[in-house]
């Protein structure tokens, strides 16, 4: 079993639709979750960062995550065409031991949003 | 925010060869760690690496395969030795202070024939 999970899609919806995406993981040392997106051809461009659980919203972004569960959210109100890319949930332990600062990844979900 | 710049952008390597990347940073910065992501794939962790001493590897990677430099806090080198078709891969570069957010550069894409 991978330490995160993520539903590598695809997934198409329409434009104006409201994308859901999500990880699970296993490692209960994780406290900090990061969303990336990334475009064909282009590095990971980060989009939410959060610590521990809670919810945090930048524009049309909500990032949720809920760590009784292991299970990290992102969504996508209004999505656009512009939006079509791979999203990577990302998450990392606590400060210490040989893993600080390393990031584990999920797969990846691949979305488009069609107009 | 950091702001990283990776080069090349693009490589096309002969097995056999040897392909060294930069990867330069705009400020200092605590941690510099470098992937790979193969075609289709997700992110792997090659190393963490360690200003003014040597890398630490991830299982799998091993040094004389993929040599890295870091002689300060601002720039890193990945060097992919004795190259093969199977190492045929983009290589990203990250930087990231402490806890904080991760930033990555726009990739290496290596192709080799």
């Known amino acids: 079993q991978k330490e995160v999970e993520q539903d590598p899609g695809p997934l198409s919806v329409p434009e104006g639709a409201i994308v859901s995406l999500n990880c699970t993981y296993s490692?209960?040392?994780?406290?900090?979750f990061m969303w990336y997106r990334q475009y064909s051809r282009k590095g990971p461009e980060l989009l939410m960062y959060t610590y521990s659980s809670g919810n945090k919203e930048d524009g049309r972004f909500t990032a949720q995550v809920d760590k009784s569960s292991k299970y990290i959210s992102l969504f996508i109100r209004d999505s656009q065409p512009s939006d079509s890319a791979t999203y990577l949930c990302?998450?990392?332990?606590?400060?210490?031991?040989?893993?600080?600062?390393?990031?584990?990844f999920g797969q990846g979900t691949i979305l488009t949003v069609h107009p | 925010s950091a702001v990283i710049s990776q080069k090349p952008s693009r490589d096309i390597c002969q097995r056999g060869t040897s392909l060294t990347i930069q990867c330069q940073v705009d400020s200092q910065v605590t941690m510099m760690f470098w992937y790979r992501q193969q075609p289709g794939q997700s992110l792997t962790l090659i190393a963490t690496a360690n200003q003014g001493s040597e890398a630490t590897y991830e299982s799998g990677f091993v040094i004389d395969k993929f040599p890295i430099s870091r002689p300060n806090l601002t720039f890193s080198t990945l060097t992919v030795s004795n190259m093969s078709p199977e190492d045929s891969s983009i290589y990203l570069c990250s930087a990231r202070q402490g806890n904080t957010e991760a930033f990555f550069g726009q990739g290496t894409r290596l192709t080799v024939v």
């Open positions: 990302a998450m990392s332990a606590d400060a210490g031991g040989t893993s600080y600062g390393k990031l584990t």
């Open positions: 490692n209960s040392a994780f406290q900090y």
